[in-house]
């Protein structure tokens, strides 16, 4: 009888882990060269994951300036190290503000303020999100069959809207026929980066959730209805195949570079 009256030690329950499902696309459009570049930091190692993130980023250089391949290149690399000098347990906020700092000031020293490029970059650690953007390149969510954009356009369509809403004019065709809208007004390569946009708090990550970090060859081109279809594909791989077949099926005369890189998320 003693044998059945035993206590059984309790089995300890594995706690559950949200993991990342990685894929990109990228192509040069009807232009000349290939002037994005993007990169994953600590994609395939679940144990670099848990001590210091994943690390998404995507640049795009502006052909409108001087070397822009080089330039964006450049700026993923500069993002690259200061991520490797991340601190998990710091303030992250304030270290992801300062690689636009240090970037910026790296690309303006090494290319005379006659180079610039966008950036748009995730940081996914602890099951939350930090991200910080500079310029027109996209960030959107996808959760729960919902789509948002998580940052907002720096150019001159975008001022001019912002303009209008402080002066109570809430015209939606404000500015579209304004030559100059697609005009930056921040980029990295500035002599002093004026616009940031950033999260100052994290974002809870959630099973099913999927993002999209992508240039303006994508979520400039196609529908956020069309970005909401081809995300809500099973894999982060049919996510980016989608998003190129949609964005060949349009067959733009002037098509721009296009890069996108999509992370699932899930346990």
């Known amino acids: 009888m003693g044998l059945f009256n035993r206590r059984k030690k309790p089995v300890p329950v594995q706690e559950r882990r949200l993991s990342y499902q990685v ?25 670099e994951i848990l001590r210091k993130g994943l690390l998404a980023v995507v640049a795009d250089g502006m ?10 290149q450049a700026c ?13 347990e710091g303030d992250l906020a304030e270290q992801l503000r300062t690689w636009v700092d240090q970037a910026n000031g790296a690309l303006y020293d090494r290319f005379q303020g006659e180079g610039g490029t966008t950036l748009v970059t995730c940081l996914f650690l602890r099951e939350q999100l930090w991200w910080l953007s500079v310029g027109d390149s996209y960030l959107y969510l996808l959760r ?3 789509l948002c954009r998580l940052n907002r356009d720096h150019n001159h369509l975008e001022r ?12 939606p065709e404000t500015g579209l026929d304004d030559p100059d809208g697609p005009r930056l007004t921040s980029f990295l390569g500035m002599e002093e980066v004026e616009l940031v946009d950033r999260s100052l708090h994290p974002l809870p990550l959630m099973g099913g959730d999927t993002l999209l970090l992508c240039s303006d060859g994508v979520g400039g081109v ?11 594909a099973s894999t982060a791989a049919e996510a980016c195949a989608r998003l190129e077949r949609d964005i060949l099926a349009q067959a733009r005369r002037n098509q721009d570079n296009y890069t996108a890189l999509v992370i699932k998320c899930g346990y």
Request: proline letters at 1%; a negative charge; hydrophobic letters at 35%.
């Open 63 to 72: 052909g409108g300036l001087k070397d822009g391949r080089e330039v964006s």
């Open 23 to 47: 894929a990109n696309l990228q192509g040069r459009g009807t232009r000349e060269r290939q002037e994005d570049s993007f990169a994953f930091a600590n994609a395939l190692d679940v144990t």
């Open 76 to 88: 993923v690399t500069q993002v690259l190290s200061a991520f490797s000098d991340l601190d998990p």
């Open 160 to 171: 001019l809207r912002l303009e209008a809403v402080r002066e109570g004019r809430l015209d």
């Open 222 to 232: 196609l529908r956020e209805s069309a970005l909401r279809t081809c995300l809500e």
């Open 144 to 146: 729960d069959g919902g």
